[in-house]
Each structure stands twice: as structure tokens, then as C-alpha cells.
């Protein structure tokens, strides 16, 4: 392979998969339509449901050109919602089953900024 293509795949990688991964967040709101809601009320739990995506969505534009907010951000986002699923009241299976979901995509793409980063910077 050669250079111009691993690099290219280093700096194509994270993006992609952060826009996933902001997609496969942004599902979870769609649970508010089953709810029998007002408009304004489906609205409002739409945006609430929503403002971890948002905030990921804002953090995406920024470390597209620097990618070391966004391994940083990803990074600490995961560890974030580590956090918050040990502190509910659930089983450590539970919180340990949800963490591998949300917690190691957001660790990977976090990385892969850094190793972008890295790379440039070099």
C-alpha cells in the first residue's frame, strides 16, 4: 500500500466513523414518537434526546481540521459515559454491557484523531 493511500485512510477513518457513530446516537431519540406526545413536547424530547449528538455533531466540525480536539473530546466522552453508567442504579453486567457499546466506538474514534494528529504533526 502506498503512502498517500495509508494516509489518506488515517485521516478518512475517524471522520466516517464519528459520523456513524453520531447516527447510531441519534437513534436512540427516536423512542419520543412512541411516547403519545404533544408536538412541542415531541420537540423538546427530540432536542433533549438529541444534544449528546449535537454536542459530538459540533466537536466532528472542529477536529476536522484539528484532530486533536477530537481525539481528546471522543476520548473524554467516552470516559464520560463510563462514569454515568457505573453511577446508575444497575448491574455492574448491565453497565459494563452499555459501556462496550457506547463508551469503546467513541474510544476508537478518539484514537484514531490522535494517530491522525500524529502523523500530521510529523
Given at each position: ?19 456513524v457513530f ?6 436512540f ?22 444534544i ?12 476536522w481540521?484539528?484532530?486533536i480536539?477530537?481525539g ?33 466506538p467513541?474510544f476508537?474514534?478518539g484514537?484514531?484523531?490522535l ?5 500530521k504533526?510529523?
Amino acid at each position: 500500500m502506498k503512502k498517500r493511500a495509508v494516509s489518506e485512510f488515517v485521516y478518512w477513518t475517524p471522520r466516517i466513523l464519528s459520523i456513524v457513530f453520531i447516527v447510531f446516537l441519534a437513534l436512540f431519540s427516536l423512542d419520543v414518537f412512541s411516547m403519545n406526545l404533544t408536538f412541542t413536547q415531541t420537540l423538546l424530547a427530540l432536542f433533549m434526546h438529541n444534544i449528546p449528538s449535537l454536542v459530538l455533531l459540533i466537536i466532528l466540525l472542529i477536529s476536522w481540521k484539528y484532530e486533536i480536539v477530537g481525539g481528546i473530546a471522543f476520548i473524554l466522552a467516552g470516559l464520560f459515559y463510563i462514569t454515568q453508567c457505573f453511577n446508575a442504579s444497575l448491574p455492574w453486567y448491565t453497565s459494563l454491557v452499555w459501556c462496550l457499546e457506547i463508551a469503546l466506538p467513541a474510544f476508537l474514534v478518539g484514537i484514531l484523531f490522535l494517530v491522525n494528529w500524529f502523523k500530521k504533526k510529523n
